[in-house]
């Protein structure tokens, strides 16, 4: 099974801030094969972002995707009020899908 | 735009069967594009994917509920379904259904990939 470490846990940031969230694999995934989600509290995640860097439909320019092998990265670009909440990192270069542990960005 | 129900008891007993369905409304789930997925979430163990069926049948699990778990569709109610026995405490959880992109490699496996549409999920309570 991939393991999928996310750091760091909790991200305490201001509105306008830039943040950079990290996703380290227990083993290479290969070519491109991880996707992000963004879920605030009573909510399902939502897809942002899959095959690393695409972003899913609807999803604003603000958010974007990059690495390989076991070191994938989200980054959003400048915060804003609703970007506030906890995201998660999901592998399927294997055959068992796995998530990762989240990361929440909350308000400074 | 695709929509996602699951449904099903909200309480079940330890050691009995869980059992929920998800009804897929504005889409059908008698499509070749996608495969539908069961994921759960607990405060423990985070995100957990449970397994994913194609409308013709074929199913993916995860290996450490594999043993446990059935998964099953009813194209003509839109609907698939999940059955996990011999449940404990550990299996309480929010179950969510999802749409599951799936590919086909060159040498003809599949291979499931994201999830792009997520029921509004249901907390399952495993309790004697």
């Known amino acids: 099974e991939v393991v999928l470490t996310q750091s760091p846990g909790t991200l305490s940031l201001s509105p306008g801030q830039r943040a950079a969230l990290s996703c380290r694999a227990s083993?290479?995934?290969?070519?491109?094969?991880l996707a992000w989600y963004q879920q605030k509290p009573g909510q399902a995640p939502r897809l942002l972002i899959y095959d690393t860097s695409t972003r899913a439909t609807g999803i604003p320019d603000r958010f974007s995707g990059s690495g390989s092998g076991t070191d994938f990265t989200l980054t959003i670009r400048r915060l804003e009020p609703e970007d506030f909440a906890v995201y998660y990192c999901q592998q399927y270069g294997s055959s068992s899908l796995t998530f990762g542990g989240g990361t929440k960005v909350e308000i400074k | 735009q695709l929509q996602l129900q699951e449904s099903g008891p909200g309480l079940v007993k330890t050691s009995e069967t869980l059992s929920l369905n998800c009804t897929a409304s504005l889409g059908s789930i008698d499509t070749n594009s996608y495969y539908w997925g069961w994921i759960r979430q607990t405060p423990g163990k985070g995100l957990e994917w449970i397994g994913s069926i194609y409308y013709g049948g074929n199913t993916f699990y995860n290996p450490s509920l594999k043993s446990r778990v059935s998964l099953s569709v009813d194209t003509s109610k839109n609907q698939f379904s999940l059955r996990l026995n011999s449940v404990t405490g550990a299996d309480t959880a929010v179950y969510y259904c999802?749409?599951?992109?799936?590919?086909?490699?060159?040498?003809?496996?599949?291979?499931?990939?994201?999830?792009?549409?997520w029921g509004l999920g249901t907390l399952v309570t495993v309790s004697s």
């Open positions: 083993q290479s995934l290969g070519s491109s094969d």
């Open positions: 999802a749409r599951h992109t799936y590919l086909v490699s060159f040498g003809g496996a599949i291979v499931v990939r994201w999830f792009d549409s």
